[in-house]
């Protein structure tokens, strides 16, 4: 899960928080993995401190609670990409999927231009692409971000990944 739901989970944070909040929001998921990495160490060593008999059954279902208690407390305030729904042709949904967004960052626009972008289908394959990928996220527009996500996740594994070897 966390190779598979880690890059949405910030992606659609990032989509959703006003600017001002966007390093914060992407400190904060990486802080949380470090967090749920040292609650699994927790019930580790709950359930048997020299790992030889662990009750892998318990440490499944211990292991899931948080998310699914976090997943239920906000299920009721997530909304659907509105990039997504403008792409996929429901602008109507997407206008008021970015009122309520509007609403909740204090916003008093009260219409939003949606407009379904031309969708242009490309498939670099292979060293070209992985040029043209690395050409946005190293340019000049997304430097800055790139090399704060690229600190923020150095970081927070050096403090989890040194602290299990250190202690």
Known sequence: AFGI??????IYA??????HWRTFMTCMGQSLFVVGEAYSACLIGLDDPSM???????????GALPCALLFSAAVPFLNE???????H????????TLSKMGKMN????????VG???????????FKGLMRHAHIILGPTMLYSTL???????????AYYGGIYAF
């Open 116 to 126: 379904t972008p031309p969708v242009k289908e490309t498939r670099d394959k292979g």
């Open 148 to 158: 704060v996500s690229c600190l923020n996740c150095f970081c927070a594994n050096f």
């Open 14 to 19: 990032l989509e959703i928080a006003p600017p």
């Open 81 to 87: 990409s509105p990039s997504w729904l403008a792409l």
């Open 5 to 10: 739901g880690g890059p949405p989970a910030i």
């Open 52 to 62: 030889q008999n662990l009750n892998w059954r318990w440490l499944l279902v211990a």
């Open 89 to 96: 042709g429901k602008e109507e949904d997407a206008r008021e």
């Open 106 to 113: 204090g916003s008093s626009r009260a219409s939003f231009d």
